[in-house]
């Protein structure tokens, strides 16, 4: 037979606690509501044998750089409008 207890158990969690655009470094801010201004995010696993082999990249980009790095490219990319 078993008898239970409840007990409380502390649980340590990762949340986020502020964003920053890894191109101007500047702060992505939260609105009145707390949610992030929206910003690019990109999480990249390298393959075997690429120029980062198996290394994983994370990058978020504010909208004012990703505008920037969107003017520059020679091609667009493809939109659904
Ligand atoms: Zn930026």
Do not use: A
Request: net charge negative; hydrophobic share 30%.
């Amino acid at each position: 037979m078993k008898i239970h207890e409840n007990i409380i158990i502390e649980k340590q969690e990762k949340v986020i606690q502020n964003i920053f655009c890894n191109i101007c470094g500047e702060k992505i801010h939260k609105n009145e509501l707390g949610y992030y201004d929206d910003f690019l995010s990109i999480e990249k696993r390298w393959g075997y044998h690429s120029q980062f082999d198996d290394e994983t990249h994370c990058i978020d980009v504010c909208q004012l750089c990703y505008k920037i790095l969107l003017d520059n490219m020679k091609l667009k990319p493809e939109c659904d409008n």
